[in-house]
Protein backbone atom coordinates (compact mmCIF):
# COMPACT_ATOMS: atom_id res chain seq x y z
CA UNK A 1 0.00 0.00 0.00
CA UNK A 2 1.06 3.42 -0.14
CA UNK A 3 2.22 4.83 3.19
CA UNK A 4 2.23 8.74 3.60
CA UNK A 5 5.28 9.93 5.02
CA UNK A 6 7.87 12.50 4.81
CA UNK A 7 9.17 11.29 1.49
CA UNK A 8 6.03 12.34 -0.19
CA UNK A 9 6.07 15.95 0.26
CA UNK A 10 9.82 16.02 -0.40
CA UNK A 11 8.36 13.93 -3.97
CA UNK A 12 5.77 16.61 -4.60
CA UNK A 13 7.79 19.81 -4.16
CA UNK A 14 10.63 17.55 -6.33
CA UNK A 15 8.06 17.27 -8.70
CA UNK A 16 7.18 20.85 -8.69
CA UNK A 17 10.80 22.14 -8.91
CA UNK A 18 11.41 19.94 -11.70
CA UNK A 19 8.52 21.59 -13.68
CA UNK A 20 9.59 24.56 -12.76
CA UNK A 21 13.20 24.10 -14.14
CA UNK A 22 12.18 22.07 -17.12
CA UNK A 23 9.44 25.01 -17.84
CA UNK A 24 12.50 27.26 -18.14
CA UNK A 25 14.90 25.60 -19.37
CA UNK A 26 13.27 23.13 -22.02
CA UNK A 27 10.00 24.30 -22.54
CA UNK A 28 9.67 28.05 -22.75
CA UNK A 29 13.03 27.84 -25.22
CA UNK A 30 10.63 25.59 -27.43
CA UNK A 31 7.60 27.49 -27.47
CA UNK A 32 9.42 30.66 -28.24
CA UNK A 33 11.13 28.52 -31.24
CA UNK A 34 7.65 27.66 -32.42
CA UNK A 35 6.21 30.89 -31.95
CA UNK A 36 8.85 32.56 -34.15
CA UNK A 37 8.49 29.99 -36.33
CA UNK A 38 4.97 30.04 -36.35
CA UNK A 39 5.61 34.13 -36.72
CA UNK A 40 8.55 33.78 -39.72
CA UNK A 41 5.37 31.03 -41.96
CA UNK A 42 3.21 33.52 -41.57
CA UNK A 43 5.35 35.91 -42.90
CA UNK A 44 6.42 34.03 -45.42
CA UNK A 45 2.50 33.14 -46.39
CA UNK A 46 2.10 36.76 -46.69
CA UNK A 47 4.88 37.21 -49.28
CA UNK A 48 4.17 34.36 -50.93
CA UNK A 49 0.43 35.70 -51.79
CA UNK A 50 1.87 38.86 -52.17
CA UNK A 51 4.09 37.26 -55.24
CA UNK A 52 1.26 35.22 -56.15
CA UNK A 53 -1.11 38.70 -56.72
CA UNK A 54 1.91 40.62 -57.62
CA UNK A 55 2.26 37.97 -60.52
CA UNK A 56 -1.53 37.33 -61.15
CA UNK A 57 -1.33 41.83 -61.95
CA UNK A 58 1.55 40.75 -64.06
CA UNK A 59 0.08 38.15 -65.89
CA UNK A 60 -3.39 40.44 -66.65
CA UNK A 61 -0.80 43.73 -67.46
CA UNK A 62 0.59 41.47 -70.15
CA UNK A 63 -2.27 39.70 -72.00
CA UNK A 64 -4.08 43.38 -71.89
CA UNK A 65 -1.04 44.58 -73.68
CA UNK A 66 -0.95 41.35 -75.92
CA UNK A 67 -4.94 42.20 -76.29
CA UNK A 68 -4.18 46.00 -77.82
CA UNK A 69 -1.24 44.76 -79.36
CA UNK A 70 -3.01 41.98 -81.02
CA UNK A 71 -5.95 44.83 -81.86
CA UNK A 72 -3.44 47.20 -83.51
CA UNK A 73 -1.69 44.77 -85.87
CA UNK A 74 -5.41 43.81 -87.64
CA UNK A 75 -6.64 46.79 -87.61
CA UNK A 76 -3.12 47.91 -89.45
CA UNK A 77 -3.53 44.28 -91.26
CA UNK A 78 -6.80 45.22 -92.09
CA UNK A 79 -5.71 48.60 -93.50
CA UNK A 80 -3.25 47.51 -95.28
CA UNK A 81 -5.46 44.82 -96.93
CA UNK A 82 -7.61 47.32 -97.94
CA UNK A 83 -5.26 49.31 -99.70
CA UNK A 84 -3.96 46.48 -101.34
CA UNK A 85 -7.42 45.45 -102.47
CA UNK A 86 -8.19 49.67 -103.75
CA UNK A 87 -4.95 49.28 -105.64
CA UNK A 88 -5.87 45.97 -107.58
CA UNK A 89 -9.26 47.49 -108.01
CA UNK A 90 -7.83 50.31 -109.93
CA UNK A 91 -5.36 48.62 -111.58
CA UNK A 92 -7.80 45.83 -112.97
CA UNK A 93 -9.90 49.07 -114.02
CA UNK A 94 -7.21 50.12 -115.78
CA UNK A 95 -7.28 46.97 -117.07
CA UNK A 96 -10.61 46.11 -118.06
CA UNK A 97 -10.35 49.87 -119.82
CA UNK A 98 -7.61 49.18 -122.06
CA UNK A 99 -9.09 45.90 -122.92
CA UNK A 100 -12.28 47.45 -123.97
CA UNK A 101 -10.51 49.81 -126.07
CA UNK A 102 -8.13 47.32 -127.84
CA UNK A 103 -11.55 45.13 -127.74
CA UNK A 104 -13.75 48.36 -129.31
CA UNK A 105 -10.15 49.25 -131.69
CA UNK A 106 -10.16 45.50 -133.29
CA UNK A 107 -14.05 45.72 -133.48
CA UNK A 108 -13.91 49.08 -135.44
CA UNK A 109 -10.81 47.23 -138.06
CA UNK A 110 -12.98 44.31 -138.09
CA UNK A 111 -15.97 46.36 -139.08
CA UNK A 112 -14.08 48.64 -141.49
CA UNK A 113 -12.84 45.42 -143.33
CA UNK A 114 -16.37 43.59 -143.55
CA UNK A 115 -17.31 46.94 -145.12
CA UNK A 116 -14.26 46.88 -147.33
CA UNK A 117 -14.84 43.54 -148.00
CA UNK A 118 -18.65 44.22 -148.59
CA UNK A 119 -18.09 47.08 -150.82
CA UNK A 120 -15.66 44.87 -152.90
CA UNK A 121 -18.12 42.07 -153.14
CA UNK A 122 -20.73 44.75 -154.44
CA UNK A 123 -18.92 45.85 -156.85
CA UNK A 124 -17.87 42.01 -158.17
CA UNK A 125 -21.78 41.07 -158.10
CA UNK A 126 -22.87 42.30 -161.43
CA UNK A 127 -19.42 40.47 -163.01
CA UNK A 128 -20.11 37.23 -160.73
CA UNK A 129 -23.57 37.52 -162.04
CA UNK A 130 -23.31 38.32 -165.75
CA UNK A 131 -20.56 35.26 -165.44
CA UNK A 132 -23.26 32.76 -164.02
CA UNK A 133 -25.93 33.78 -166.43
CA UNK A 134 -23.30 33.28 -169.05
CA UNK A 135 -22.40 30.11 -167.96
CA UNK A 136 -26.30 28.75 -167.21
CA UNK A 137 -27.67 30.33 -170.52
CA UNK A 138 -24.75 28.53 -172.22
CA UNK A 139 -23.91 32.09 -174.14
CA UNK A 140 -22.45 35.49 -173.33
CA UNK A 141 -24.77 38.56 -172.55
Known amino acids: M ?3 DITMPIQI ?15 RPVRTILE ?9 GEDAENFKKNAQMRLEDFERKMREARAVAKAKFDE ?3 AAQAVGSEELAKVRKEADA ?7 QIASQFASAQQQLQGQIDGFAGEMA ?3 LGRSL
Open 80 to 82: ARG
Open 36 to 44: ERKKKMAEL
Open 134 to 136: GKI
Open 102 to 108: AKAEQLA
Open 2 to 4: IDI
Open 13 to 27: VNMLILIVIMNAVLY
